[in-house]
């Protein structure tokens, strides 16, 4: 730029003296790709969600398409991960399944994410006796025996959902709700500590000096540097609520038979796990992978935006 | 401690009424109505449900519903099974000692594998031992019970036809056969939650453990020559523990969701699967007090981390 003047003769412009310029971004990946097993659990989760996502195009065979003369059959080229009782394939069944069970691993995060941003933010905000009595909320909640709970308050509100919203989506978004409801007190409390440290750094107080709003401070602040303990303690929560769904389906009070979760697959496969071990193992398989895959990622995120904690 | 105690048990009482609360508040809101079949029932008339209903305080305000549904709660009262035919305490009292045996002996093995492995992993942090023992907890806290307990059964029962894979509450045998069979049948539920559990607590210890072991005191023991096991074990352990115990208490619920899941698999007759039983049988008298039960449960496990929590720091105790 000709006529501008250099704050000191030996000042010169800073881009491509320093060599190569670290974003955040950058450095954060170049921390999470130390962790072999995280970028490796990166991989698979993608091949699944590109699986469920792009298998029916791909594998275009009806998940009810009924067929005795293939009934329980072992894997082979025309059913590659077999067929059930009633000559269903398998593998259609484990992409439409598939899809479910991880939308409802994400949505239920969002859920409890959301959830346990406001309360935490709240009480880390107001303080007091709001604050007193949003943490006496969140400790009752943790000590409630969630799965107990879970199965009441389906069992209690199955049907009426069912007439609201349709069966599919009534189940879908019940289990949703339930699953994140009873699952934002951790988030709650991590909020909620890093709130109350991070009011008191000299950058928000900073802002506070300057005359921000509490809102603007909350929003502009404090709020983006809270987020990673969130976002790891999120990663981990998918995990969680798809194992939720699966035990909810496997006990047979998830989602109805006709929408073949993978949780309900296995549900269906344990009666015949003698002469049918395929059935139940394949299901079984995925579940454990996706939330392998996904404990992994948290674990790669932790080192990525909790740098105390870097090996 | 008494007086500690003391104050534990008045700090459960606020807790267990505030689950209470919610139960209730779940119960409340449902839709459903415990006399609609009588609706729907043309030979009686809207009169009588009005009696009924007058009877049962179904019209009461909902304070005064909560308050009578805790007294008898509290009396032992719970109610009749409208499936089985008995009280529904029976039938608790009868499925709570094979839930209380399964779950306490899984926390032990989980104990007797997370500890040391913990430990170990600690002492030589990034080590082969370390990384394969990390690796061996991820894998074990990604299995859900459902799966694992299938697993099992179909090795260790269909193929190699060792262990059997229903559980029974009275076996047929006496002496030292009854203890056999009773080992027999119980080390697959037993295994499948206690793995689950040590999986998950493994990982605690070693990153409490690695936080204590670099402490200065810990450094003075070994310089004022103390051998490696004195160190560990008596300085460094019972300090590492404090923080396990607050991440095992807040888990306790967990424990009693897993429990649910292999009484079902294993056909453990238990108050998890007289849960389940009762809740695709629509009998809720028994769905209620057993969902109470659990809440009594997790409150009674928690009191006694909080005292486990007395004993690892006294000063906790003092306070």
Redesign the interface.
């Known amino acids: 730029m000709a006529g501008s003047t250099l704050a000191s003769p030996s000042a010169e412009p800073l881009d491509g003296r320093l060599g190569k310029q670290v974003t955040p971004a950058q450095e954060a990946w170049r921390r999470f790709r130390r962790h072999k ?1 995280a970028v490796l659990s990166c991989f698979i989760l993608l091949l699944m969600g590109l699986g469920v996502i792009l298998g029916p195009t791909l594998w275009p065979v009806a998940i009810n398409d009924i067929d005795f003369s293939a009934r329980l059959a072992e894997p082979s080229l025309a059913h590659p991960f077999g067929t059930d009782d009633l000559g269903q394939d398998l593998l259609a069944r484990m992409i439409y399944g598939g899809r479910i069970s991880l939308a409802v691993g994400l949505a239920a995060m969002m859920v409890s994410v959301i959830v346990g941003t406001l309360v935490g933010a709240i009480s880390g905000v107001a303080r007091g006796s709001v604050d007193a009595a949003l943490m ?1 909320l969140t ?2 909640f ?8 879970l ?3 389906i ?3 199955r ?2 959902l069912k007439e609201w919203v349709g069966p599919e989506g009534g189940i879908f978004v019940l289990i949703v709700v339930v699953i994140g409801g009873f699952r934002w007190m951790p988030v709650a409390r991590l909020v909620r500590a890093q709130f109350l440290s991070l009011r008191e750094k000299e950058f928000v107080e900073a802002a506070r000096a300057l005359g921000a709003s509490t809102p603007h401070q909350v929003i502009h602040h404090i709020l983006p540097n809270a987020l990673g303990p969130v976002i790891v303690a999120g990663t981990i929560d998918v ?1 969680n609520a798809i ?1 939720a769904e ?2 909810l389906s ?4 998830g989602f109805p038979p006709d929408i073949p979760t993978w ?1 309900r697959l ?1 549900y269906d496969a ?1 009666d015949y ?2 002469t049918s ?1 395929h059935w ?1 193992l394949f299901p ?1 398989a995925a ?2 992978l996706a ?2 895959a996904i ?2 990622i948290g ?1 790669g995120l932790r080192d990525v935006l909790d740098p105390r904690r870097v ?1 | 401690m008494g007086n500690y105690l003391i104050r534990r048990l008045l700090i459960a009482v606020p807790s267990l009424l505030g689950i209470s609360i919610v139960i209730f508040t779940i119960l409340a809101l449902a839709p459903g109505d415990p006399f609609s079949d009588l609706a729907t029932n043309p030979s009686i008339p809207p009169a009588v449900r009005m009696a009924l209903r007058a009877k049962f305080g179904l019209d009461d305000p909902v304070m005064v519903r909560y308050l009578r549904w805790l007294v008898a709660m509290l009396q032992g009262d719970w109610g009749f099974s409208l499936v089985s035919r008995v009280d529904v305490d029976t039938l608790i009292w009868q499925a709570l000692p094979s839930t209380l045996y399964v779950i306490g002996l899984s926390q032990v093995l989980a104990l007797i594998v997370a500890l040391p492995v913990g430990i170990l992993s600690a002492m030589r942090p990034y080590s082969i031992f370390d990384q394969i023992a990390n690796t061996f907890a991820f894998i074990g806290f990604s299995l859900p019970t459902f799966f694992t307990g299938l697993l099992f059964i179909l090795a260790f029962s269909i193929k190699l036809h060792w262990l059997p894979f229903v559980y029974q509450a009275e076996l047929p045998y006496h002496g030292w056969q009854w203890l056999w069979e009773q080992f027999k049948q119980s080390i697959m539920p037993i295994m499948v939650l206690g793995l689950f559990q040590g999986a998950s607590w493994t990982r605690y210890v070693r990153a409490s453990v690695l936080d204590v072991i670099q402490l200065d005191y810990v450094t003075t023991a070994r310089a004022k020559g103390l051998r490696e096991r004195v160190v560990i074990l008596k300085h460094v352990v019972r300090n590492a523990l404090i923080p396990v115990v607050t991440l095992v208490a807040l888990q306790i619920p967990a424990i009693f969701g897993g429990a649910i899941v292999t009484e079902q698999i294993f056909r453990v007759p238990g108050i998890g699967s007289l849960l389940i039983n009762s809740i695709l049988a629509n009998d809720t008298p028994v769905i209620m007090a057993v969902t109470f039960v659990f809440s009594c449960l997790v409150i009674l496990f928690n009191l006694i981390a909080d005292l486990l929590y007395g004993w690892l720091d006294p000063r906790i105790a003092f306070r």
């Open positions: 097993l006496w400790d009752l943790l000590s409630l025996p969630q799965l107990p709970l199965l009441l308050v069992y209690l509100f049907d009426t995990a194992i699966s035990t496997f006990l047979g009070l949780g296995l344990k796990l003698d071990p139940a079984g579940i454990f939330v392998l404990n992994f674990d090996l």
